[in-house]
């Protein structure tokens, strides 16, 4: 007799789930492996790439609203000027561009993202005119976004790998990412910017070089993640990937170079007046005559008793003879130095040793100090006099940023000249 059973629906085991290395490769299969597919991907990329009149509208804001952060010496300011920029969808075309050696894809993300950079680049100037209506200003913020950390580019490398990956594996705008990527490259141009119009001489540079550098990191970065993810490059891309990622090479070799790792002493130059530097004399001072003028007339007579031949001896004592005393009031000699800080690009003066913050002074600034010296917390302090807009303003500098001029004064007390003057 057959043997029947009623048939189920129901598998006979349950299903269990792919082990993980089948689920990592399921997510990675939305990227496709042959040509036609990788093409079709990249144009897809491509046009959501493609800049658009958000990016100069929201460039303008944020570069006014960084160089009024700079104006302000305002971290929030410069925050906020950050997370107002336009989505960094340019760099990520510029990528793709290069990726798929489109020269004319290339030469319009490259041309949008210069073009924001430039107004960004603008709010700083326009910041810095309005600063010299301030001079006394503090400008922090411009030294820290003109210089190199290695911390931050850590960060900014994480959110240029971030940015490339959220963008070719999810149809989301990436936000979070992008604002890291505008971080790289904004407040840098902006600083740039600011510090041609306030006449910080060099800051300007180094801005320039922070941004081209960031630039160069964070692509190169941008580049390689593409590479991971298995987007190969089109027919002209090979070429134009190899010479980027040579390019960005070369920019981090030569210009990301480590600060010297001295704890901000000043280079010693030579005991000369520089010949740019305008030093202004001491006061002279006319010596101040003390003449004493104690003189007695005394006369005496010895003997007045008269004698059978009646003879009188009378004994006068002149005065004595008039002797000035010349009292000479020298000044001390200044010495005069100039602020030579090998980190920051200037020097904080402040009220007292470790003391309120009073303003920045450049490097190159001439200063005039008459060797008053303090010791807080191991470091030594030295007053300071500098002339800001007419204003002999005083205050403190670390010794190690200052390099002297001319040398210390040691003078030491002389006896005071005497002459005798006979009548």
Sequence with gaps: MPYNCAMSDEPAFPIEPPPP?????TRRSYIPTDAEGQAALIATLARRA??????????????????????????????????????????????????SGSLRFLFETKMALLISLIFVFLGGLLAGFASLLFPLRALDNVYLHTRLW?????VLALGALIL???FVRSENKPYLPSVVVAYALFPPAGAA???????????????????????AWI????????FVL???????????????LIAFAV??????????????????????????AVVAAPPSQTPILIPSLEATFTPKVLSATPSPTTQATLEITLPPAHTPTVTMTVPPTPTYAKISANQGGGANLREAPDGKYVMTLLNGTIVETFSEFQVVNGRAWVKVYVAVNGQRVEGWLLETVIAYATPAPNFEASPAPKSSATP
């Design 21 to 25: 290395r089948r689920r990592r490769a």
């Design 193 to 215: 910017g600011f510090s041609v119009s306030a006449g910080l001489s060099g800051v300007w540079l180094n801005g320039l070089l922070v941004l081209l550098v960031h630039f």
């Design 251 to 276: 920019l981090l070799f030569i210009f990301a170079r480590p600060a010297p790792s001295s704890k901000n002493e000043a280079t010693t130059i030579p005991q000369t007046t520089p010949t740019n």
């Design 150 to 154: 290695i911390p931050e580019m850590i």
């Design 50 to 99: 493609y800049p658009s009149w958000e990016l100069f509208v929201f460039s303008l804001l944020s570069g006014a609203i960084l160089g009024l952060g700079y104006l302000l010496n305002s971290q929030a300011l410069i925050f906020l000027a950050v997370l107002i920029a336009p989505l960094m969808t340019a760099w990520f075309g510029f990528l793709l561009a290069v990726l």
């Design 230 to 244: 298995k987007l190969r490059p089109l027919r002209g891309g090979y070429f134009w990937s190899a010479l980027s």
């Design 164 to 166: 490339v990956a959220s």
């Design 219 to 226: 692509s190169a970065v941008g580049l390689i993640t593409l």
